[in-house]
């Protein structure tokens, strides 16, 4: 497959950047050009929110159900393009493939799951506190959403924002991450090529800091959905702030995993290895820290090395690849950076710690899956988000201290504890400060139907998918129907 050329979709035409300017994406395994991407300008961007401002005044009287028509068809045709769209995500982003399809797979999940809400998305009718009056609740759509997305699930990310802002009635401006433009462009078209009228959603590629940062500021963008990292949430909550904008913010996670001595020790090793590791470890769930009581320290240490020290590098194209590649060269200095953090700290590495270069991987970001023991909580290497294979190995003396040890940081996304007590189970249920907690499963695996986001420094107390997101992508109305024929006061005319 060659490199394409792509474009900006504003207002149903697919338009270079005003300048004319472009920037490329590269396969991180291998450095192959994937496509050329418009440059844009805050021009560009401005374009893109006229017209999905234009597009909102008929799109938000087109009935919810009619709307959702719309989605059931891009949902079939994500169905048809899966294996298109797993490779072209394995070739630009760099996962590997059972993981790219179940990117994919999300999406078409989420697309099906928010179509279905076309014919639900229900309010409330209560009884008056008067006589001959009615009342009721509706969700009424909002506007045109800014929607800013990371480059590490770069199809299901946009359809967690895309699919309810759209079924509620909003428009949207889609920012994808530069690392991933290609996922961006080739998602929108699959709404174009499913009927969505012109200008009701738009992509704008291009840098954060340029055209993210406008669509951030733009007065007629009433609602702002981003996941990203806690630094650039801070900076969007700030400059989103002059305008009282509504916020979403899903960032960054210090994971743990809870082992404790009753724990079945090959399941956790498999939940382990699953939660570090998988797509090298740039999900926002991975699993960074591993919490374990005296008994099974040991233990696991050594069967992580060793299942560690087994997983094949390499493209995710390939058969029998385990980790891909990490997505540019910044990530993989910044992975490294932590490693010599690490052991200037003090902690013990036990596996990994470097970037593999053997037999072609160094043509792209390949490092190995890294494995510290002896950490101490408060370590940078247990405290800060490394966003890459590795993981800090905590000892804990019983389940209180290895829930203290798990709040002990800034992030509250996922958490994880193997037991087969069912007492620690739910004290952990209760006490672990996260959005997401999982008993005997690594840290990921979220499903669309449930609410997915996090506590702490990860958000702003929203939440993605599920009925959850509704509440972001509307506003409540309350209706009062008055049939008496006179005045009736609330709250005076009842007493
Ligand atoms: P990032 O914060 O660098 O970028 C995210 C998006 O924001 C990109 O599209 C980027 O272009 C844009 N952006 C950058 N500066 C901006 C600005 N000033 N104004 C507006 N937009 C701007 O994050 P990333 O490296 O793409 O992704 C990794 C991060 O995302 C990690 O911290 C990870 O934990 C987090 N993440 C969180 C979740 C979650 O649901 N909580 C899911 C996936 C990833």
């Not at 017209?51 to 048809?80: D, G, M, T």
């Not at 401006?173 to 290609?182: G, L, R, Y």
Request: aromatic residues 8%; negative net charge.
């Amino acid at each position: 497959m060659g490199a394409a050329v792509c474009r900006n979709y504003i207002g149903g035409e697919w338009v270079d950047a005003a300048t004319g300017e472009t920037f490329e994406s590269r396969d991180p395994a291998t450095g192959e050009l994937v496509g050329v991407f418009p440059l844009s300008t805050i021009e560009d961007m401005d374009r893109a929110v006229a017209a999905a401002n234009e597009a909102w005044e008929s799109w938000r009287l087109v009935p919810a159900p009619k709307r959702a028509e719309i989605l059931f068809r891009v949902a079939q045709l994500l169905v048809e393009r899966k294996d298109e769209l797993t490779e072209l995500m394995v070739r630009e982003m760099g996962k590997v493939r059972a993981e790219a399809g179940g990117d994919v797979q999300e999406a078409i999940d989420m697309t099906f799951y928010m179509a279905g809400e076309g014919r639900r998305m229900f309010g409330h009718t209560t009884p008056s506190e008067l006589p001959d009056k009615f009342c009721m609740s509706v969700r009424m759509p909002v506007g045109v959403v800014g929607a800013i997305t990371p480059w590490n699930f770069p199809i299901a990310i946009p359809s967690w924002k895309i699919a309810p802002a759209l079924v509620c009635g909003d428009t949207v401006v889609f920012k994808p991450a530069q690392d991933t433009p290609f996922l961006g462009e080739r998602f929108v078209e699959i709404f174009e090529q499913a009927g969505l009228p012109a200008g009701v959603l738009n992509v704008v590629h291009g840098a954060g800091a340029v055209v993210g940062q406008h669509l951030v500021k733009h007065p007629d963008v009433p609602l702002i959905s981003l996941t990203g990292s806690r630094e650039v949430g801070v900076l969007v909550q700030q400059n989103a702030a002059p305008h009282l904008k509504n916020v979403h913010l899903e960032l960054g996670g210090k994971n743990a995993v809870i082992v404790m001595d009753d724990a079945d020790l090959d399941l956790a090793v498999d939940g382990i290895a699953w939660s570090a590791f998988g797509t090298s470890g740039q999900r926002c769930t991975a699993a960074s820290r591993v919490i374990a009581t005296g008994r099974v320290y040991e233990e696991l240490q050594s069967r992580l090395v060793s299942r560690a020290e087994r997983m094949r590098l390499g493209s995710g194209l390939e058969e029998g690849t385990d980790v891909g590649p990490v997505i540019n060269r910044a990530a993989l200095e910044k992975i490294h950076s932590y490693t010599e953090i690490g052991v200037g700290e003090g902690a013990k590495l036990l596996t990994g710690g470097e970037v593999a270069t053997e037999n072609g991987l160094d043509r792209g970001h390949f490092y190995r899956p890294t494995i510290f023991a002896d950490v101490d909580p408060g370590m940078r290497i247990a405290q800060e988000e490394i966003f890459g294979p590795t993981t800090a190995i905590i000892r804990a003396g019983d389940v209180d201290e290895a829930i203290r040890i798990a709040n002990g940081v800034r992030f509250g996304l996922s958490s994880s504890i193997f037991t087969r007590d069912v007492n620690k189970a739910f004290k952990a249920m209760r006490e672990l400060r996260t959005g997401i907690t999982y008993v005997n499963a690594g840290t990921t695996g979220a499903e669309v139907h449930l609410p997915f986001g996090g506590m702490k420094d990860t958000g702003n107390g929203h939440r993605e998918a599920g009925q959850a997101a509704l509440d972001f992508y509307t506003e409540w109305k309350a209706l009062y129907v008055d049939y008496s024929g006179t005045l009736q006061r609330a709250q005076i005319d009842n007493q």
